[in-house]
């Protein structure tokens, strides 16, 4: 059964951190509506979506992707760069103990989930404004058991890793290669986004039972038409209000194989 935990948009989700981008308003019924879009896009590729209790006082609390890394073997619960997004983990925590082993970051390591890359057994992590090095480390610890290799990735001018480079299909890596060195990933096939679009390289790739698909933000047609042209099936959804958040579709989900007697 594949997973996808969610989050409700918090009423406060204006007040939220931003690190690239302008302060813009936010129609937070907008990003509810786009929010309840993206659920029903998950729903459609045979997701079950467990919704985490709702943080109406952390604005951020949408982005569940950033509080842990889910494993088939165990699931890592992190400590947010932002330490307005630390109160956001517990929560999470509660929901992942019916899944997985629970393992955690701890002070002073820091790790965004959006920082975290993972292609196979190998986890790129981005060092950027919200991950420092003592995070990466310990996660390389925390997992050595498991086999799983840490890769430090510089990241420069956005975000995350994640909002530099995401996975698309088993071998094919979406990325802007302003953000991030593409030699990093060598030998996967890459797909730069469009010149016009340097926010474009956050796609989320659902490979359940069904066909292979990428959630995919509507605005951006001209890197959705590179996607389609690789032979990627894109399932387009309305994000613009999660974005002026510094959201993306990765953020919104915590993505992972449950066992059908899972809860
Ligand atoms: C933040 O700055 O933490 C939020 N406003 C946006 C987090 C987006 N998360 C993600 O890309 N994984």
């Known amino acids: 059964m594949l997973v996808a935990v969610t989050r409700a948009v918090s009423p406060t989700l204006a007040d939220c951190e931003l690190m690239h981008r302008p302060r813009d308003p936010i129609n937070v019924a907008g990003a509810m509506a786009e929010h309840a879009c993206y659920e029903e896009a998950l729903r459609s590729l045979g997701a079950t979506v467990v919704n985490a209790p709702p943080e ?63 292609v196979g057994r190998t986890l790129y992590v981005g060092v950027s404004s919200r991950t420092n090095r003592a995070g990466l480390s310990q996660l390389q610890s925390l997992l050595n058991k498991w086999c799983y290799e840490v890769t430090p990735v510089e990241v420069n001018g956005c975000l995350h890793l994640k909002s530099a480079v995401t996975q698309v299909a088993e071998q094919m890596l979406l990325i802007n290669a302003s953000y991030v060195r593409p030699e990093c990933f060598a030998p996967m096939e890459l797909i730069e986004v469009a010149p016009a679009e340097p926010d474009a390289a956050n796609a989320l790739w659902v490979s359940g039972e069904g066909e292979a698909s990428v959630i995919y933000p509507a605005h951006y047609p001209q890197t959705a038409e590179r996607l389609e042209r690789a032979g990627r099936r894109v399932v387009a959804v309305p994000s613009t209000e999660l974005a002026k958040a510094e959201g993306g579709v990765t953020c919104c989900s915590l993505l992972f194989d449950a066992p059908p007697s899972a809860p």
């Open 56 to 118: 109406p006082a952390l604005p951020d609390a949408v982005f569940v992707e950033d509080t842990a890394l889910v494993l088939d073997e165990v699931a890592v619960l992190t400590r947010p760069g932002a330490p307005t997004r630390r109160p956001e983990v517990e929560s999470i925590a509660r929901v992942l103990s019916a899944y997985k082993p629970l393992l955690r970051i701890e002070p002073p390591g820091t790790l965004d989930g959006g920082d975290i890359l993972r």
